[in-house]
């Protein structure tokens, strides 16, 4: 199975601020990446898909990113918002697999 | 509306069986792939099970194959997945999604 490690797991950030998340993929997933917004109680969010293509309706200040096996989803200009946990998740092959997570939470 | 909206969940005995439902409305859905991804409480998230256009093709994490079917019918436009010898590991919100479609999520708690 393909495993996505994802880091960091909690990332505390300050309104305004540009922060980073990352997945890594153990084998070969091509752009087969999608990042996930959850907040507690909702159903995840479709942010990014094809490792770089904005979801319809996701403020531009988000965006998908990749460098070889590494794919990181950047938010510009933290808001308030944006406080959530972040999944990606490699739909290349079966099974499907979900990094672990990130919860950004106010510093 | 485009929507999902899952039902059938509920407290199980381990070892019993249970079947969710999925239904979909708004799009086409005989067009797209289907899913279930389920998230233990306070956990991740945790892709289940797959299925194709026309059901002709289902895949399944290893954890559930064997025990777990999903299952679709287009004429109702609903998705299903069927849920044989339950354990306690399976307990979670069980989501059906087609993305960017997600359902609000039905829980599933497995005790005795």
């Known amino acids: 199975d393909i495993q996505m490690t994802q880091s960091p797991s909690s990332l505390p950030a300050s309104l305004g601020d540009r922060v980073t998340i990352t997945c890594r993929a153990s084998?070969?997933?091509?752009?087969?990446l999608r990042w996930f917004q959850q907040k507690p109680g909702k159903s995840p969010r479709l942010m990014i898909y094809?490792?770089?293509n904005l979801a319809n309706g996701v403020p531009s200040r988000f965006s998908g990113s990749r460098s070889g096996s590494d794919y990181s989803l950047t938010i510009n200009s933290l808001e308030s918002e944006d406080m959530a946990i972040y999944y990606c998740?490699?739909?290349?092959?079966?099974?499907?697999?979900f990094g672990s997570g990130t919860k950004l939470e106010i510093k | 509306e485009v929507q999902l909206v899952e039902s059938g969940g509920g407290l199980v005995q381990p070892g019993r069986s249970l079947k969710l439902s999925c239904a979909a409305s708004?799009?086409?859905?005989?067009?797209?792939?289907m899913a279930w991804v389920r998230q233990a409480p306070t956990k991740g998230l945790e892709w289940v099970a797959s299925?194709?256009?026309?059901?002709?093709?289902?895949y399944y994490r290893d954890s559930v194959k064997g025990r777990f079917t999903i299952s679709r019918d287009n004429a109702k436009s609903s998705l299903y997945l069927q849920m044989d010898s339950l354990r306690s590991e399976d307990t979670a919100t069980y989501y059906c999604?087609?993305?960017?479609?997600w359902g609000q999520g039905t829980l599933v708690t497995v005790s005795s």
């Open positions: 094809g490792a770089t």
């Open positions: 084998q070969d997933i091509g752009n087969y």
């Open positions: 708004g799009f086409t859905f005989s067009d797209y792939y």
């Open positions: 299925i194709s256009y026309d059901g002709g093709s289902t």
């Open positions: 999604t087609t993305d960017p479609l």
């Open positions: 998740l490699q739909h290349n092959e079966y099974p499907f697999t």
